[in-house]
């Protein structure tokens, strides 16, 4: 990104689109959320989806003009980046090139492109879909204007050129989904939701923000430019400290950063506020998991790739913590009984996936930007279809579906693809990200990773089979009795309606047509789009396409796809044993799930294990503690003053007689007395 | 008759009204008192017009007098509004014993 392009070439058009792609998303915000969401909330909802509907034509045409301009000419723009406009906002001390310099810009780059594309399209078809879906809710007028701000947010983040850009919109993505995880606000899970995933995604922010001030004030920038030359990974490569405390700046910046990331993308231990921010709306959950929000840790990791990629330690990190959550949420998803946790779980190993795949180094880049792509269509298929489910049965749990299939036709179709393409059975769209990912973390050596994918690949598709056939096979409520049903008693089980049965299900179109729609890109997109990302989406500073091509050429294990393909299959077949089939799950004896189905089901009792550090040992031994200072000491000692302060004023207030004759009396010793000191003769 | 004994005179006028304002009890003594400490300002005016003139800070012996009938103008004024505020207290408080009107007490 070196020979980064300032409007010149692009032509001043490209410039508004650039523009308009920010403004449309922010224009929406602000109509409805100052005026129409009040007055009409169904016009308010059209509106929303019509402006984002402009946004998406625009993305389009910028993804074309990109392609036109930029990819067509490899000669005026090596790096393939360019940035379309930039805006210093405020700089500190020496001018528009200081260290801190805060600029606003909007860079056009493979990856920036993909997103401002993945994330207009499935914002647009989300605001359709809500439409159907929040007809019935009387705070809809509250619900579009924050949906189009999450967008904004989002398109804000990954258009951004420099860092401090990048974090400001990172915080509005945070805020933006604080505000619709807690969108019910009179539900008190909502609340406790909104507030776990805003207060655990800002711990990590807090590391994010030093550690961009390490990098950036170090690397002389903030740019991404800057950031990822060799010279910023140079001048940052150095140790700092003494004795036994030292560190690497280059270790400890990045870090820092990836911690952001870490908590962002919901890695391992971070992850526990994705599943409980299923409390949100349907459409939320379903843009929070595929085009924003969760996807920004990955995409952050892969913007600052080749400084990471500097940084050895660091991108070991990344690679653990993503193959470990991997597995690990993905052998939870199995045992899960809520409809949106069992996706939400299956998020976080996605997520894994393509945090491992950036570990794994260079060649799985590509692969990971791949997986992101793909995923977000599935992902956000299988959330709204989870919705069209929930709306049907008044609850989210599984064992209240169940034969949706006759119900929902459309629904149940469009989710099979989706199923089919999470479970990388080709020609589905998923199968050639993640054959991407596995081959890329075979080839470069990394086997650990490798094995923990080819593992979640066959988890993957087990779990998502087993949803698949609880939900659409067999009959409605029949699985309410299956074996495993009383050791998920912990498992979130969502609010039952009595009358479920009573009410007619009913697939409507506004919300069947966007699943309709995701359907095409879930079973396409991997096979058509695949030659494009592993020819031009490549970390900046690999150089030209077609070098980075060659090394992309990875030792082609030919096994590799059948081995991935054969425990896809695996899977799906134990889930149609158990689920399929048998209709009532695994069966174990005596009828009790042994202690690692309670384990899983439990999700690892993280979530107990930080209610016991957080209640026990911190309530009692940070919180008591510093609540005594606080009150004894800080509020003791203001005390102190400020009742002295009265005290002297009482004093001092006595001198104040309201005898006129005295104070013209002293005013005249004072006249008097000055006339003295100021030698005057008297 | 000089400077000296001019200014003499408008000192006493001036430690007169000055007493008179801090003993007086009476609203309208204290003001006669007040009006006597202006009218000692004014006899300085008049006295430093009538003896320093040749000086160059008043080349103008008539100009000292002027700011001292306009002073009377002002004071005059300034006594009828005055006198307006004590009748107005005496209407509320039936007398006008200043040391009774301590409203401003802290």
Redesign the interface.
């Given at each position: 990104m070196g020979d980064s392009t300032v409007i010149g070439p692009l032509g001043e058009n490209m410039g508004l689109i650039g523009y308009g792609i920010l403004a449309f998303p922010l224009l929406s915000f602000l109509i409805n959320g100052l005026w129409l969401g009040r007055k009409s909330p169904r016009a308010s909802a059209w509106t929303a989806a019509a402006l984002m509907g402009l946004t998406l034509a625009l993305a389009v045409l910028l993804a074309n003009a990109y392609r036109g301009i930029v990819l067509a000419n490899p000669g005026a723009f090596p790096a393939r980046a360019a940035l379309l406009w930039e805006h210093t906002w405020m700089s500190f001390g020496l001018g528009t090139d200081s260290v801190l310099a805060a600029k606003a810009g909007f860079l056009l780059d493979p990856i920036s492109v993909m997103m401002v594309f993945v994330i207009s399209c499935i914002s647009f078809l989300v605001h359709v879909y809500s439409i159907g879906y929040m007809h019935d809710d009387k705070s809809a007028g509250r619900f579009f204007p924050l949906l189009s701000f999450f967008t904004f947010a989002m398109l804000g983040m990954v258009v951004s050129g420099n860092l401090i850009q990048t974090f400001f919109f990172w915080e509005l993505v945070g805020v933006a989904s604080y505000l619709l995880i807690g969108f019910w606000y009179a539900k008190p899970s909502a609340v406790a939701a909104s507030k776990k995933a805003f207060i655990l995604t800002r711990l990590a922010d807090a590391f994010f923000l030093i550690g961009m001030l390490v990098v950036g004030i170090s690397a002389g920038g903030f740019g991404f430019d800057r950031l990822n030359s060799p010279e910023a990974a140079a001048a940052l490569n150095h140790t700092v400290g003494a004795g036994f405390l030292t560190f690497n700046l280059l270790t400890v910046g990045t870090l820092g950063i990836y911690m952001g990331a870490w908590g962002k993308s919901a890695m391992f231990p971070f992850h526990v506020w994705l599943p409980d921010a299923m409390e949100g709306p349907t459409p939320v959950s379903s843009l929070i998991h595929s085009a924003t929000m969760v996807v920004a840790g990955v995409f952050l990791t892969a913007r600052l790739f080749p400084l990471f990629s500097a940084a050895a330690h660091t991108l070991r990190v990344v690679e653990c913590t993503g193959a470990f959550t991997a597995v690990f949420a993905a052998a939870i998803a199995c045992t899960q009984t809520d409809l949106k946790r069992i996706l939400a779980f299956s998020t976080l190993s996605q997520l894994g996936l393509m945090m491992f795949a950036l570990g794994t180094g260079a060649g799985a880049y590509p692969a990971s930007m791949f997986h992101i792509f793909t995923h977000a269509f599935f992902k956000c298929l299988l959330f709204l279809s989870a919705g069209v489910v929930i709306h049907a049965i008044h609850s989210n749990d599984v064992r209240d579906a169940g034969g949706m299939r006759k119900a929902l036709p459309r629904t149940y179709w469009a989710t099979l693809i989706a199923v089919l393409a999470i479970s990388g059975i080709w020609p589905f769209s998923g199968f050639f990200s993640k054959e991407e990912i596995l081959h890329a973390a075979f080839a470069s050596g990394h086997y650990g990773a490798f094995l923990a994918g080819l593992c979640t690949s066959g988890l993957t598709a087990f779990y998502m089979s087993r949803y698949f056939f609880l939900v659409f096979h067999g009959t409605r409520g029949f699985h309410g009795a299956y074996a495993g049903s009383a050791a998920a008693g912990a498992a979130g089980h969502g609010g039952k309606d009595p009358d479920a049965h009573a009410h007619p299900v009913r697939e409507g179109l506004l919300m069947t047509l966007p699943i309709l729609i995701l359907a095409v890109p879930s079973a396409l997109i991997g096979y058509f789009s695949k030659g494009f990302f592993m020819r031009a989406v490549l970390p900046s500073g690999s150089g030209t396409a077609e070098a980075g091509g060659e090394a992309l050429a990875h030792g082609g294990a030919a096994w590799l796809p059948a081995v991935a393909t054969v425990l896809a299959l695996t899977g799906v077949a134990v889930s149609w044993y158990w689920y399929g089939m048998k209709k009532n799950g695994p069966a174990f004896p005596n009828g009790k799930a042994p202690a690692w189905y309670r384990i899983l089901s439990n999700k690892f009792y993280i979530d107990e294990l930080y209610l016991f550090l957080a209640k026990r040992v911190g309530a009692r031994l940070v919180a008591a503690p510093a609540a005594w200072v606080e009150r004894r000491i800080v509020n003791g000692a203001f005390d102190w003053v400020t009742g002295a302060i009265k005290r002297m004023a009482f004093v001092q207030s006595l001198a104040q007689s309201g005898q006129v004759q005295l104070y013209i009396a002293v005013a005249l010793l004072g006249l008097y007395l000055l006339s003295r000191f100021a030698g005057l003769a008297f | 008759m000089n400077l000296t004994s001019c200014l003499m005179l408008s000192a006493a006028l001036f430690a007169i009204g000055?007493y008179g304002?801090?003993?007086r009890r009476n609203m309208i003594a204290?003001l006669m008192s007040l009006e006597l400490m202006v009218n000692a300002a004014l006899i300085n005016f008049v006295a430093f017009a009538r003896f320093g003139g040749g000086h160059a800070a008043a080349p103008d012996p008539e100009a000292g007098s002027l700011f001292a009938l306009f002073a009377v103008a002002v004071t005059a004024a300034e006594m009828a509004l005055a006198l307006a505020i004590v009748i107005a207290v005496h209407r509320q408080r039936r007398h006008l014993d200043?040391?009774d009107?301590?409203?401003?007490?802290?």
């Open positions: - | 000055a304002l801090v003993t204290a200043i040391r009107l301590d409203g401003m007490h802290g």
